[in-house]
């Protein structure tokens, strides 16, 4: 039967893209991007360390990094985000309460003006 193997996304940052005929031996090459002039590959996990080891040697390699995704938790739980939406919301009540009390002294002035102005016969 046919199982998965386990895969992970190395990043090669490339002095230059000529070189691209000798990163296929390394892996399998999912993207490359000429702008930022690096390149995508794929390859099992347990030729990771090895394979890095390899780029690091060649002198047309600026920086290789490795995918961390393996190693992030899927499951966070709900810990983080009800410490996310606390400070959030306690944030958002912050404002709301500050908007409604310049709201309401906002008011209390217009109040204070109809009131002067009646008093004076609406003559200011």
Same mark, same amino acid.
């Given at each position: ?35 930022? +002039?690096?390149? $995508?590959?794929?390859?099992?996990? %347990? @030729?990771?360390?090895? /394979?890095? *080891?390899?780029?690091? !040697? ?33 944030? +958002?009540?912050? $404002?709301?309460?500050?908007?409604? %009390? @310049?709201?309401?002294? /906002?008011? *209390?002035?217009?109040? !204070? ?12």
């Amino acid at each position: 039967m046919f199982t998965m193997k386990e895969r992970r996304a190395i990043f090669v940052y490339l002095r230059g893209l000529k070189h691209l005929e000798q990163m296929k031996k390394f892996g399998d090459i999912s993207y490359i991007s000429k702008k930022m +002039q690096y390149v $995508e590959l794929y390859v099992d996990e %347990d @030729q990771v360390a090895t /394979v890095v *080891e390899k780029l690091n !040697q060649y002198r047309f390699v600026k920086i290789v990094k490795t995918s961390p995704r393996p190693e992030i938790d899927p499951d966070l739980g709900d810990v983080h985000d009800d410490v996310f939406f606390e400070a959030y919301d306690q944030a +958002q009540d912050g $404002e709301a309460s500050s908007e409604a %009390d @310049q709201n309401l002294v /906002v008011e *209390e002035d217009k109040a !204070q003006d109809n009131a002067s102005a009646d008093s004076t016969g609406g003559q200011a």
